[in-house]
């Protein structure tokens, strides 16, 4: 499902779809990109003092309707995270309170900066996406070459390196830590229509639930309690503990 | 048994928000000035809706100059589609 996205995403050969804010991180700057990034909208609109109605409107629908199943299943820099998890080596934990950067990320760098220096500030979040690292900025490079390197250029990739580096020890690193986007559906895991169904009534604790979830978000505690497992800010709603699950 | 009602009641209001949020957007036009224009004394501005401004948005072509948006390109020209920025 994840490539299948990452394949549609990037296929715009058709009609133009750009208006519609896909609440996924994918650089809306790419030739091929088929929707809006919602994160470049809102640093644009908060730099224009504009309301993005229709933007907000389809992120709260599609956050009510599916809470973070997009980031589990057709966010394209999820798959990236997915696939460098899977190189062999140490892997650790991030701490728990990281998963509160993600807020200060949002509210900074995409809603308050630009709206007090403009959407075209050089501390947006745009200005250091590692989607747009790899979608814009290294296409940029190799088509233009690299002799005329900017500082902002060096950061941006720099930034990059980083975050697939900490992605390959620990999963899925950035949507636990820095995601807007993540920080953004987050709160609607708790109301949204979409459940992650596991039989609460016959656990066993058995705990393979907590082992397999990629956000090391611990499923079973709200199984113990009766709740959906996807009834958390951290669950990206891969359905993985429900595949596990010995008793499904 | 309180939870879930308080849940239930939270999506309803949340997406109800979000069909009147959609509603406004569908139906909202925004004042967009010609930046070349004003060096003659012309004010001249188009009207565009919450769509093409989301669409201006993704590459650039409304900026912002105190408190108007202005064009960043010729929109009486019938335009392709539009291609990375950088």
Redesign the interface.
């Known amino acids: 499902m994840q490539f299948f996205s990452l394949l549609v995403l990037h296929s715009?050969w058709g009609p133009?779809f750009?208006?519609f804010?896909n609440p996924v991180l994918s650089c809306?700057?790419?030739?091929l990109s088929w929707f809006?990034?919602p994160i470049?909208?809102l640093v644009?609109?908060s730099?224009?003092?504009?309301f993005?109605?229709?933007?907000?409107?389809?992120l709260?629908?599609l956050?009510?309707?599916f809470g973070r199943l997009l980031c589990g299943w057709v966010c394209p820099f999820g798959l990236l995270q997915d696939l460098l998890y899977k190189i062999p080596g140490s892997k650790f934990s991030l701490p728990h309170w990281t998963g509160r950067i993600k807020y200060l990320v949002l509210l900074l760098l995409v809603i308050i900066v630009p709206f007090a220096c403009?959407?075209?500030t050089a501390y947006s979040f745009c200005r250091i996406c590692p989607a747009a690292a790899l979608q814009?900025?290294i296409p940029?490079l190799v088509s233009t070459g690299a002799g005329q390197v900017q500082a902002s250029t060096v950061v941006k990739l720099s930034i990059l390196a980083a975050v697939l580096l900490l992605t390959a020890l620990s999963s899925r690193a950035f949507c636990k830590t820095m995601c807007p986007i993540g920080a953004m559906l987050a709160p609607?895991n708790?109301?949204?229509?979409w459940r992650v169904r596991t039989p609460t009534g016959n656990c066993t604790s058995c705990k393979l639930c907590d082992d397999a979830c990629p956000t090391e978000n611990s499923p079973s505690l709200r199984i113990s309690r009766g709740q959906a497992p996807n009834r958390s800010p951290g669950c990206v709603v891969c359905h993985d503990c429900q595949s596990v699950c010995p008793k499904t | 048994m309180r939870k879930p009602v308080v849940?239930k009641w939270?999506?309803i209001v949340?997406?109800l928000?979000?069909?009147?949020?959609?509603l406004?957007?569908?139906r909202?036009t925004?004042k967009v000035y010609d930046a070349d224009t004003e060096d003659f004394g012309l004010v001249v501005f188009h009207r565009i809706s919450?769509?093409?401004?989301?669409?201006d948005?993704?590459?650039?072509g409304?900026?912002?100059r105190g408190?108007k948006?202005y064009s960043t390109y010729d929109r009486t020209e019938a335009r392709a589609?539009?291609?990375?920025?950088?």
């Open positions: 715009s133009e750009k208006w804010c809306h700057s790419c030739a809006a990034c470049g909208v644009h609109y730099g224009y003092h504009v993005p109605f229709l933007a907000v409107g389809i709260l629908l956050g009510v309707l403009g959407e075209q814009v900025t940029g609607l708790f109301i949204s229509l | 849940q939270l999506f949340a997406a928000v979000a069909v009147v949020l959609l406004i957007g569908g909202r925004y919450d769509r093409q401004l989301v669409i948005a993704t590459f650039s409304v900026t912002r408190r948006l589609k539009r291609t990375c920025p950088t």
